[in-house]
């Protein structure tokens, strides 16, 4: 199918802690499918989050704005309908776009841009006018006794690991199914022979690897003799909501810790099959080759670091995803490699460039393609990352460079943070108070102080006040 623009495929999944791909030098996990395009494609090594919670992070990556211009700051914040996104602009220039998968939009806005959704992710109550009953004809609800909500929600989610099918994964194996058929239809629509001629913009977006922690039999049985889990012990020199602090030998046992690592790595090579679903059907459709691809997450997993399980933190496990581009056509086939601190809201510029449409002026972001092509020395090497009302927040992280800078202002007489990542990886030493270090300290606590408030919104989910974007060039 001729067109001038290339498609786009967006491969998302969601929780994927970065070091778990072999590009990471992890030599356990099997991903031939994202293997494949890392390989032949550009590797972002220092990619971050906007936000280590699901939902911020993905509105956040559809805007290109971090979450206090992008107004979604939590989990239950539904980004106002006037906000801009990448399959709405794409679409008006010419794309058709069609979300396969989780969006976890919230609120009555359930596209955002998108023109078509498929899966199990479409919910709300869409614009409904009609507001419910409470009358003496409204069913009486009444739940088993037994069931609902784990009380301790993350040490019972590591001590119920086991093989199996987990909840989402069925969700995704339903996305999947309906994506490879929106496909064939798309190219070829054999009973009516009308396909699509606009480009494609598509997401297929995974929940796997993201908890309860169940892969098939096959996949335990192969990291149980081949993972550990991480045991290390809660330091409580850094500040860390107890909701995500998991003890083991006290919360849980080391096999249940053990069974949870396995677990989680075969969720990460299933989900890596289901994207290689969809690869085959792209090549058996004969358009691969016409694709950009685009693999992210919405931000990683603890997995027991620091005695730290789950998101919602700054430590690298949680804040820094996996990140990649394959576009043979413009950049060939060489792995390359970048190593500069780049953010999810860096992507709706990036795609825009290469789909040679207008940047809209408002973005938080700047389009990765310099950095692709080796221009380095213009490049703002300063990321953000925050949480709001979730346990971990209100904090920010900005990082530059290598040095990584905490603030927390929740009341609770939490440590601000900082480390060197040059000489310190794993983030064992809080520089917070080391005098060397006073210098790069108020310069990071500047340009956190310096960021925006967040965005005032109304009871309609509509601004009340301007635009307020980031400035990098501090």
């Known amino acids: 199918m001729s067109t001038n623009k290339p498609h786009i495929l967006f491969l998302i999944n969601d929780e994927h802690r970065p070091d778990i791909l072999p590009i990471e030098g992890n030599s356990v996990i099997r991903t031939p499918t994202l293997s494949r395009f890392i390989n032949e494609g550009v590797y972002f090594r ?35 309908t006037e906000v801009r996104t990448m399959p709405g602009h794409l679409g008006n220039y010419g794309y058709y776009s069609c979300c ?4 976890h939009f919230v609120g009555q806005d359930v596209m955002h841009g998108w ?34 909500m784990k009380q301790n929600k993350v040490v019972q989610e590591i001590r119920d690991a086991q093989p199996g099918i987990g909840h989402w994964m069925l969700h995704d194996q ?13 190219f070829v629509n054999a009973s009516y022979d009308r396909p699509k001629a606009n480009p494609l913009c598509m997401a297929v977006s995974l929940i796997a690897p993201h908890y309860p922690y169940q892969c098939p039999l096959d996949l335990f ?79 990683g997993e603890m997995l027991g670091t620091k005695g730290l399980w789950e998101k919602q933190s700054y430590f690298e496990p949680s804040v820094r995803v996996p990140l990649s581009i394959w576009n043979p056509e413009r950049f060939g086939v060489e792995q390359n490699i970048v190593n500069e601190n780049v953010s999810l809201v860096d992507l709706f510029p990036t795609l825009c460039e290469l789909s040679d449409i207008p940047t809209p002026e408002e973005l938080d972001g700047n389009s990765l393609v310099p950095l692709i092509q ?51 990886p ?49």
């Open 46 to 80: 220092n990619a971050y989050t906007p936000s280590p919670v699901c939902v911020p992070a993905r509105q956040s990556f559809l805007s290109g704005l971090y979450p206090r211009n992008s107004g979604c700051l939590n989990f239950g914040d539904p980004m106002p």
């Open 100 to 103: 396969a998968g989780k969006m």
């Open 115 to 148: 023109q078509e959704r498929i899966g199990r992710d479409i919910i709300g109550n869409n614009g409904y006018p009609f507001p419910p009953v409470k009358d003496e004809y409204t069913a009486q609800i009444k739940r088993e006794p037994g069931t609902g």
């Open 174 to 186: 339903y996305n999947v199914d309906g994506a490879l058929l929106f496909l064939e239809e798309y």
């Open 221 to 299: 049985n192969y990291y149980m003799q081949r993972v550990e889990p991480i045991v290390e012990e809660p330091n409580e020199n850094f500040d860390y909501d107890n909701f995500f602090r998991v003890e083991v030998g006290k919360d849980v046992t080391y096999r249940q810790a053990h069974r949870a690592t396995a677990a989680y790595y075969g969720m990460i090579e299933w989900m890596d099959r289901q994207f290689g679903r969809v690869i085959d059907k792209l090549e058996h459709l004969n358009v691969l080759d016409d694709f950009i691809i685009v693999f992210l997450s919405d931000h």
């Open 374 to 424: 080796g221009e380095t020395a213009d490049w703002d090497d300063t990321v953000y990352s925050e949480l709001w009302r979730a346990q971990n927040g209100p904090s920010v992280m900005v990082k530059e460079g290598d040095l990584k800078y905490f603030q927390f202002n929740n009341d609770k007489g939490w440590q601000d943070q900082l480390f060197d990542l040059s000489n310190d």
């Open 426 to 474: 794993s983030e064992n030493n809080n520089l917070i108070n080391d005098p060397n270090y006073s210098e790069q300290l108020t310069h990071l606590r500047s340009k956190v102080n310096a960021l925006p408030t967040p965005r005032e919104k109304n009871k309609d989910n509509t601004f009340i006040d301007l635009h307020k974007p980031i400035n990098n060039s501090l």
